[in-house]
């Protein structure tokens, strides 16, 4: 009986091992039935590799990999995963045991002494070549008990992050690895390039070991580096619940740093997958990191350290030494293979552009163009419409050298009877536009006419004069133009009408008469006489500036609609440099004398409000703009926008407003100019339109040098 468990326990593992491998090599498959028949089996069996493969017996080596973390946590499964890439190329000679400390869970002195004992058990009778150790916990671990557990097994490290050169002074034979050496400077910077309104930084940390030695590098290396720029500010000590409402609390414009919240104040343990998600769901600020685990989780991103990267390079430095390589030959590699990588999806959030990421960054997430995924496609139907274009050119001028063959035949015969249809045409035409351009002036009065009554209910009678006059100086140039045009146009109708009758009696006369000579004589006379040539000439003149006019017209009633809508109560999605354009066309009239007008338009997105009674506050302040300049000035419109706000910055050269004035302008009925000059409404009223909003208006202002008012809206979704 002694036999057969002396035989059994020690060889259990090792039969296992020898079965799958003689099940691979010749399909052998063989069924243990008691203690007896296995140690049979494994003697048969060790005796038969043996002595058919001497070299695989002596050849195989053992390496232990020892976690300091759990199975299931995403460091450690991405270097595990790293390990076992560079492992994988070896797996005939080389044999893996892998082993959790669980430190994130408990890690008291009790549950080192637990697993202690079952280490030096379980690997009493396994000779091992090598140990790779990830994070400190379980490095810490070895260099206390590898003198009991491994006496002469190297070690090699990875994912430590506070080495010194001090930890491998005398053990230059058996220690070496890999630097967890994260980069939160790189990190820091790229993230304050990407939001330049930062002034505060969250910086997310547990209590662990981990946690406080992670505070003490970033306050003695970190902080100082940024002093003057940023504050920094600790959430550590906390339970989950109170994190995430300190960080629901946070504005948009600060940063959050995650560094690692494993464990809260309470003593509850949250995997790294389930701290970012939880963060992550309550922030509307950017979370950027330092380890690639967060990524594709909820931040941003950054200069990141790889578990896979850091548990490949460790294990290649283990290959060399199981290929005979000193250890002591074999440096300490301290530069961590990091490098910037961010979240397309977090990017679109945050509105961070490709071209403003670091060189050489990698984008998680980034969609593929349509262009990328179908170059040949894209390529093959450019060239085909431009094969088809080159053909329809071809046949086009084809057509018209046969076309213009044609005409040259047809004119030889048709000539005189052409050119009296021509010009008969040319009259019914000009007659016809002569109705649609008065239609669309009566048209226009009466849309001018109603604009005109909502300006003066909106405005309480506040400008009218101004805006009358300027509209009416706008539109009596070109009517003047036009009732001219179309006063002449009716003259040169008379003659043409009255030599058009002549022409078709002495064409009748004609078939009557044989003295033709005389007759033709006449009717150049005639034509001479009533100028015929030059009428028709100057008709198509007459016409072209006719309709310019009409479209001047039109282009500034379509202003007034634009301008103001007053018969409009809801909000609704507008464009505010519409807006502006439409009224500064309206006050132009107002402006040109005075002021060079400067527009910088930017890039703003609609916003649901009553666009009326912007355009409203917006003429007030030009208005008062123009009003303020003495001589020759500018002016200067621009809008922008930020992620909830859109700015509209209207400023002048003006004289100012006293500092003792500037305080009164937003009252009723008080003004700055002198009386009957000014009813002190217009920005009374802007400033309510614009609260009405919830917005708000600012004003800038220096004595001599002029004033700056900026209209704050914010960006608001229809559907809100």
Not at 175 to 200: K, N, P, Y
Not at 221 to 241: A, H, N, Q, W
Request: proline share 3%.
């Amino acid at each position: 009986m002694e036999f057969q468990m002396l035989l059994h326990k020690p060889l259990l593992r090792t039969l296992r091992m020898m079965r799958e491998r003689l099940s691979c090599r010749s399909s052998l498959r063989f069924r243990l039935t008691s203690p007896v028949k296995a140690a049979s089996v494994m003697v048969l069996v060790a005796a038969t590799m043996c002595i058919g493969s001497p070299a695989y017996c002596q050849s195989m080596k053992h390496v232990l990999v020892l976690h300091s973390y759990h199975k299931g946590l995403t460091w450690t499964d991405s270097e595990d995963s790293g390990i076992r890439s560079a492992l994988r190329k070896r797996a005939a000679d080389v044999e893996v045991h892998t082993e959790y400390l669980d430190s994130k869970t408990i890690f008291d002195d009790e549950h080192c002494r637990k697993l202690f004992a079952l280490l030096k058990h379980k690997y009493a009778s396994i000779p091992l070549d090598a140990v790779i150790v990830t994070d400190d916990d379980a490095y810490n671990f070895y260099l206390k008990h590898h003198e009991a557990l491994f006496p002469s097994a190297p070690v090699v490290f990875c994912g430590v992050n506070y080495y010194k050169d001090s930890q491998r002074e005398g053990r230059e034979d058996l220690v070496t690895g890999v630097v967890e050496a994260f980069d939160i400077q790189a990190t820091l910077r790229a993230a304050l390039q990407l939001h330049r309104r930062t002034s505060r930084i969250i910086v997310i940390n547990d209590r662990t070991t981990t946690g406080l030695a992670n505070k003490k590098i970033i306050a003695e290396k970190v902080v100082p580096l940024f002093s003057g720029k940023v504050i920094f500010e600790f959430f550590e000590d906390l339970t989950m619940d109170e994190l995430l409402e300190k960080v629901g609390s946070l504005p948009p414009d600060d940063i959050i740093l995650l560094m690692t919240f494993n464990k809260d104040r309470a003593g509850r343990v949250f995997n790294y997958d389930r701290s970012i998600a939880l963060i992550a769901g309550k922030s509307v600020s950017p979370i950027f990191g330092v380890w690639d685990f967060y990524l594709d989780k909820g931040i941003v991103g950054g200069m990141l350290t790889s578990g896979v990267d850091q548990g490949r390079t460790a294990a290649e430095l283990a290959l060399r030494i199981l290929d005979g390589e000193k250890v002591r030959s074999i440096p300490v590699v301290k530069e961590s293979p990091n490098r910037f990588k961010f979240d397309y999806r977090q990017m679109q959030r945050f509105g961070i552009r490709t071209s403003d990421l670091p060189p050489g960054s990698v984008i998680l997430n980034q969609p593929v163009s349509f262009y990328a995924q179908h170059k040949v496609l894209v390529w093959g139907t450019v060239s085909g419409f431009l094969g088809l274009t080159v053909i329809i050119l071809l046949l086009l001028v084809n057509i018209r050298q046969r076309k213009r063959a044609e005409e040259v035949i047809y004119r030889l015969n048709e000539e005189l009877e052409q050119r009296v249809k021509d010009r008969t045409a040319q009259l019914e035409t000009t007659n016809t536009e002569l109705q649609l351009t008065s239609q669309n002036l009566d048209s226009a009065f009466q849309e001018l006419k109603s604009a005109q009554s909502q300006i003066l209910q909106q405005e309480k009678m506040a400008s009218i004069g101004q805006l009358a006059a300027g509209v009416a100086h706008e539109i009596n140039n070109p009517m003047a133009f036009i009732i001219s045009n179309l006063n002449s146009l009716r003259k040169y109708s008379d003659k043409v009408t009255d030599f058009i009758n002549l022409q078709s009696g002495a064409i009748e006369e004609l078939s009557n008469n044989a003295d033709v000579r005389r007759i033709v004589e006449e009717l150049e006379a005639q034509k001479k006489s009533l100028k015929l040539g030059y009428v028709l000439k100057d008709m198509g003149y007459l016409i072209d500036e006719s309709l310019d006019g009409a479209e001047r017209v039109k282009k500034i009633v379509q202003d007034l609609k634009t301008f103001s809508r007053l018969d409009e109560t809801e909000f609704k999605m507008s464009d505010i440099n519409q807006g502006l354009e439409s009224t500064i066309n309206i006050v132009w009239n107002d402006i040109k004398y005075k002021a060079a007008l400067k527009k910088e338009y930017g890039n703003i997105p609609e916003t649901a409000c009553n666009a009326g009674q912007l355009n409203q506050v917006f003429m007030n302040i030009l208005l008062n703009a123009a009003h303020a300049i003495e001589a020759q000035g500018e002016i200067a419109v621009t809008t922008s926008c930020d992620d909830a706000k859109i700015y509209i910055t209207i400023s002048d050269t003006g004289t100012g407003i006293p500092p003792d004035k500037l305080n009164r302008i937003f009252e009723p009925f008080y003004t700055t100019k002198e009386v009957g000059k000014g009813t002190g409404l217009g920005l009374s009223i802007a400033y309510d339109i614009i609260k009405k909003h919830n917005g708000e208006i600012r004003v800038e202002s220096e004595v001599g040098k002029g004033t700056v008012f900026t209209v704050i809206v914010p960006i608001v979704d229809e559907k809100r």
